[in-house]
């Protein structure tokens, strides 16, 4: 069973950090470029982070310098620290794996960054 899972999200004030993590089943993991995205109440899904299978990196403009995405072959995990939180981070964060013609996506986990 192909299955993305999301943890580490939580209630968070701002200037903390949160690592989320994604753990893949039922893939060959290392095939697949990996994503964070997240959305916000009203707002359209948009791309936070993203791996390639090879490891290149790209970041959307809002994150960084504050968010890093990695990934652990070995574990089947891509991961997402994210420092210095704003209130404008939270979000519902969703994991993506994609390769060739297949697009999978996790439940998501909720952050929320606020005093």
């Known amino acids: 069973q192909v299955q993305l899972v999301e943890s580490g999200g939580g209630l968070v004030q701002p200037g903390e950090s949160l690592r989320l993590s994604c753990a893949a089943s039922?893939?060959?993991?290392?095939?697949?470029?990996m994503g964070w995205y997240r959305q916000a109440p009203g707002k359209q899904r948009e791309l936070v982070a993203g791996i390639s299978s090879g490891g290149k990196t790209n970041y959307a403009d809002s994150v960084k310098g504050r968010f890093t995405i990695s990934r652990d072959n070995a574990k089947d995990t891509v991961y997402l620290q994210m420092n210095s939180l704003k209130p404008e981070d939270t979000a519902n964060y969703y994991c993506?794996?994609?390769?060739?013609?297949?697009?999978?996506w996790g439940q998501g986990t909720q952050v929320t960054v606020s005093s």
């Open positions: 993506n794996a994609a390769y060739r013609n297949y697009n999978i």
């Open positions: 039922g893939v060959i993991f290392s095939f697949y470029a």
